[in-house]
């Protein structure tokens, strides 16, 4: 009973957490890796994108809540997502028209963009801390939990209880439909395989007749629609606040790097291998080994390697690692 109980804790504390911050770390290093893909440049915007987006989801929620509009069980930011996509998406469409379009005109290298995109991100954090203030939101509503620990308890008789909330269900479900699609979509459609083509071979895309600022308009979409989907997410999960999107963007670069730049397929495993590589290192890992060692040997201390303040350094330890013995990460990137 006592591994059972082990096991349960672990699942609770490590797997389910680990689970849904992977499923929001890899629809954010989706569209990072996207934008890197097709337009060759790491947008460092991304991060305040899902801020953006996040704001505008946030506020038509308090909206519908105040129409007295709710998605019943679920989080009525669901209901709002279509249209803080839809804000987003036309706000950074037209920041391509006014800012990166020129630049991939006058055939700017990488760095240069790269430096654009970074005073796009301060514009963007300003806009949000503006709109909406610095302070933290939280917007969750509807069931708290689809299981609570003490049904749980209560159902299998064990003395650990395993709670699942409602958001994280929501975050891997979307997450997963969210991926599917986008892999559909780049592999099945006329518009997606020409991404394809312009991200494998500029020269030989645009010779083919591919119109490059249809590719560039869709990109930019897709990337808005992930990076709003996953800030929703994660502010479902935790909380929202307009820095923290900005950090999360480290671990996000992590992950796309770490999976290799330019491969979709990379970023979702690279944003797995950062969430469970975070969240192992900065777990408390007593609980877990007092269940399965005897009440003489249990252990005094938390048994962390890390306090969650160093979470951050974890991400950047592996992504270190990668960049010297595998540079193009694990599934052979740009």
């Known amino acids: 009973m006592d591994i059972l109980n082990a096991l349960v804790a672990f699942l609770n504390f490590v797997f389910v957490p680990g689970l849904s911050y992977g499923s929001q770390l890899a629809l954010g290093a989706l569209g990072l890796t996207l934008v890197f893909g097709i337009l060759r440049f790491s947008n460092f915007a991304h991060g305040d994108t899902m801020a953006f987006g996040t704001m505008w989801v946030i506020l038509i929620t308090w909206w519908l809540q105040s129409m ?29 028209r006014a800012v990166y379009k020129f630049y991939r005109k006058k055939k700017a290298a990488p760095i240069i963009l790269v430096i654009v995109s970074t005073g796009v991100m301060f ?16 917007f969750a509503d509807g069931a708290r939990f689809v299981m609570g ?27 997963a439909v969210c991926v599917a699609l986008v892999f559909w979509f780049l592999q099945k ?76 397929l990379g970023a979702i495993a690279g944003g797995f291998i950062i969430a469970f590589s975070e969240v192992f290192v900065t777990y408390a890992w007593k609980k877990v080994v007092g269940y399965l060692v005897s009440a003489d040997m ?19 330890a592996i992504l270190i690692i990668v960049l010297l013995f595998m540079p193009t990460g694990i599934f052979k990137g740009k």
């Open 298 to 316: 249990a252990p005094e201390g938390l048994l962390q390697l890390l306090s969650t303040d160093y979470k951050f350094a974890v991400s950047f």
């Open 68 to 96: 007295g509009i709710s998605a019943g069980p679920l989080p009525t930011a669901l209901l709002a997502l279509p249209f803080g996509i839809a804000i987003t998406a036309a706000f950074v469409l037209a920041t391509d």
């Open 189 to 264: 459609t006329r518009t997606g395989k020409s991404m394809r083509a312009f991200s494998d071979n500029e020269d030989l895309a645009l010779l083919s007749g591919i119109n490059p600022e249809r590719v560039v308009m869709v990109t930019w979409i897709i990337a808005s629609a992930l990076a709003v989907i996953a800030g929703t997410l994660y502010g479902l999960d935790k909380s929202f606040r307009p820095f923290i999107y900005f950090q999360l963007l480290l671990p996000i670069a992590a992950a796309a790097v770490v999976g290799g730049l330019g491969n979709p």
């Open 123 to 138: 514009i963007m954090n300003g806009l949000t801390r503006i709109i909406i203030g610095p302070e933290e939101q939280n």
């Open 149 to 175: 620990a003490q049904e749980f308890k209560t159902l299998t008789g064990l003395s650990e209880g395993l709670a699942i909330k409602t958001t994280t269900a929501v975050t891997v479900i979307t997450a």
